[in-house]
């Protein structure tokens, strides 16, 4: 009889055996309610025809422009790469490539990673390199913003409405497909890749069993649940079985490193609020610098409140409940209680969900830096604040990252454990939902 695998909660580590689901069910946590997979419908060629249908809306999202402005006879349009460069050349080298990263350079390279591995074993082979390429594409997927970007557009559009003519160009259509491509891709994390590298034959099921002063800990790159020793003793990390990335217990330096980097956040985020994040150079308005709440306000006083809203919120609210809500957490953690883990974990996920948005700022500005650039009419550069809230937005995402929510769960009492926690056991389906 072959055992089923094991898979391991991120969030509160607790381990279970892995079995096979049924349309529209869902298999969450019985512990922290954290959902560890979902039923999909999808095989590998599914999406595999899914990752090439990208590629291809991707290269032309990329080759047309998304918009084009008109002023007093004079036409100028822009796609994301022409934001870019036009960006780097005003001497913004920090923005432009912030934004050239994360709205072309990563999607592109993560479109071509899936590509790469989900070919071979639609066909039943093992992909050359799968290890690394899994690896990294672990590392890539929070870091890819087009929908950020196709939104920014949005933004731009609205505040070029009043002084010239915009219209929509045939790129804008295209980020709008890939944006529905890629949050459908969304759906196939690297843990979901190698679990239908199992179910082919690809690769081997791998179950652990430990032995006395061991635990049961998952692979942070691949999932993959193996036997660890809790404590450690100064030696070489293990690595995982199967992909071969480094394995911890608990990640190492946690609390110091989300201290530090929320620190670094909380210094970056007042110039980049009260510096302008955008200069006007204009002939009939003169020259002007705005800042990020003056920009929602601009917004708000010429009728654009629901945009007005969309920018407040992605730009002045979720950085600051980023930073709150890691303070909270970590907080919790450095002060050792265990009240509310549920709601903690919920929260958690919160900032994890919410943690690109605040970029949307950024590719706004460098946008209109492309389009406004009519020399002696009107010209918008990128302001110093730009380079400085893009970081912002980095190091909090990075402190997200290195938050460990396992390490709360640490805190709790021993019969604290549901039914099914950290031992593999198995509860009961309830109608469209599975508690593992």
Same mark, same amino acid.
């Given at each position: 009889?072959?055992?089923?695998?094991? @898979?391991?909660?991120?969030?509160?580590?607790?381990? &279970?055996?892995?079995?096979?689901?049924?349309?529209?069910?869902?298999?969450?946590?019985?512990?922290?309610?954290?959902?560890?997979?979902?039923?999909?419908? =999808?095989?590998?060629?599914?999406?595999?025809?899914?990752?090439?249908?990208?590629?291809?809306?991707?290269?032309?999202?990329?080759?047309?422009?998304?918009?084009?402005?008109?002023?007093?006879?004079?036409?100028?349009?822009?796609?994301?790469?022409?934001?870019? &460069?036009?960006?780097?050349?005003?001497?913004?080298?920090?923005?432009?490539?912030?934004?050239?990263?994360?709205?072309?350079?990563?999607?592109?390279?993560?479109?071509?990673?899936?590509?790469?591995?989900?070919? +071979?074993?639609?066909?039943?082979?093992?992909?050359?390199?799968?290890?690394?390429?899994?690896?990294?594409?672990?590392?890539?997927?929070?870091?890819?913003?087009?929908?950020?970007?196709?939104?920014?557009?949005?933004?731009?559009?609205?505040?070029?409405?009043?002084?010239?003519?915009?219209?929509?160009?045939?790129?804008?259509?295209?980020?709008?497909?890939?944006?529905?491509?890629?949050? @459908?891709?969304?759906?196939?994390?690297?843990?979901?890749?190698?679990?239908?590298?199992?179910?082919?034959?690809?690769?081997?099921?791998?179950? +652990?069993?430990?032995? +006395?002063?061991?635990?049961?800990?998952?692979?942070?790159?691949?999932?993959?649940?193996?036997?660890?020793?809790?404590?450690? /003793?100064?030696?070489?990390?293990?690595?995982?079985?199967?992909?071969?990335?480094?394995?911890?217990?608990?990640?190492?330096?946690?609390?110091?490193?989300?201290?530090?980097?929320?620190?670094?956040?909380?210094? =970056?985020?007042?110039?980049?609020?009260?510096?302008?994040?955008?200069?006007?150079?204009?002939?009939?308005? $003169?020259?002007?610098? /705005?800042?990020?709440? $003056?920009?929602?306000?601009?917004?708000?006083?010429?009728?654009?409140?629901?945009?007005?809203?969309?920018?407040?919120?992605?730009?002045?609210?979720?950085?600051?409940?980023?930073?709150?809500?890691?303070?909270?957490?970590? $907080?919790?953690?450095?002060?050792?209680?265990?009240?509310?883990?549920?709601?903690?974990?919920?929260?958690?996920?919160?900032?994890? &969900?919410?943690?690109?948005?605040?970029?949307?700022?950024?590719?706004?500005?460098?946008?209109?830096?492309?389009?406004? /650039?009519?020399?002696?009419?009107?010209?918008?550069?990128?302001?110093?604040?730009?380079?400085?809230?893009? =970081?912002?937005?980095?190091?909090?995402?990075?402190?997200?990252?290195?938050?460990? +929510?396992?390490?709360?769960?640490?805190?709790?009492?021993?019969?604290?454990?549901?039914?099914?926690?950290?031992?593999?056991?198995?509860?009961?389906?309830?109608?469209?939902?599975?508690?593992?």
């Amino acid at each position: 009889m072959v055992r089923e695998p094991l @898979i391991s909660c991120e969030h509160c580590a607790s381990v &279970f055996r892995r079995h096979e689901l049924q349309p529209g069910e869902t298999a969450t946590c019985s512990r922290c309610g954290t959902i560890l997979w979902r039923y999909s419908g =999808l095989g590998l060629s599914g999406w595999l025809a899914l990752t090439l249908s990208a590629l291809i809306v991707f290269v032309v999202a990329n080759g047309y422009p998304v918009v084009t402005m008109a002023v007093r006879g004079l036409t100028r349009d822009a796609s994301l790469l022409d934001a870019v &460069f036009m960006t780097w050349q005003q001497g913004y080298v920090l923005t432009a490539a912030m934004t050239g990263l994360a709205g072309f350079g990563l999607p592109l390279l993560q479109l071509c990673l899936l590509a790469w591995v989900l070919w +071979p074993l639609a066909l039943g082979r093992e992909p050359r390199g799968l290890r690394p390429a899994m690896r990294m594409l672990g590392l890539l997927r929070p870091w890819c913003m087009v929908p950020v970007f196709l939104l920014g557009v949005v933004v731009a559009v609205v505040k070029l409405a009043g002084m010239a003519r915009v219209d929509p160009a045939p790129g804008l259509y295209a980020f709008a497909a890939l944006t529905v491509l890629l949050t @459908i891709l969304s759906r196939l994390s690297p843990h979901a890749v190698w679990r239908y590298a199992e179910q082919s034959g690809v690769v081997p099921v791998h179950v +652990p069993g430990a032995r +006395p002063g061991q635990v049961l800990a998952g692979c942070h790159a691949c999932g993959q649940v193996q036997a660890l020793d809790p404590h450690d /003793h100064g030696g070489a990390p293990p690595r995982c079985v199967r992909c071969q990335a480094v394995v911890h217990y608990r990640k190492p330096d946690s609390l110091a490193r989300t201290w530090a980097l929320l620190l670094a956040a909380a210094v =970056l985020y007042v110039p980049a609020n009260v510096l302008p994040i955008m200069n006007i150079n204009s002939l009939f308005f $003169g020259d002007s610098g /705005h800042t990020i709440l $003056g920009g929602v306000v601009e917004l708000w006083q010429t009728g654009s409140w629901d945009i007005a809203l969309i920018v407040f919120v992605a730009s002045i609210m979720v950085p600051l409940t980023k930073i709150f809500a890691l303070v909270a957490l970590a $907080g919790a953690v450095q002060w050792r209680s265990a009240l509310n883990l549920r709601q903690r974990t919920r929260l958690y996920e919160l900032v994890e &969900f919410i943690g690109q948005w605040s970029m949307l700022d950024v590719f706004v500005v460098i946008l209109l830096s492309a389009l406004a /650039h009519f020399q002696g009419l009107i010209e918008i550069s990128a302001g110093p604040a730009a380079g400085a809230f893009g =970081l912002v937005v980095i190091l909090t995402m990075l402190a997200a990252m290195s938050f460990d +929510p396992r390490s709360a769960w640490d805190l709790a009492p021993r019969d604290d454990a549901r039914p099914g926690a950290r031992t593999g056991g198995d509860m009961p389906a309830a109608p469209g939902q599975n508690t593992a």
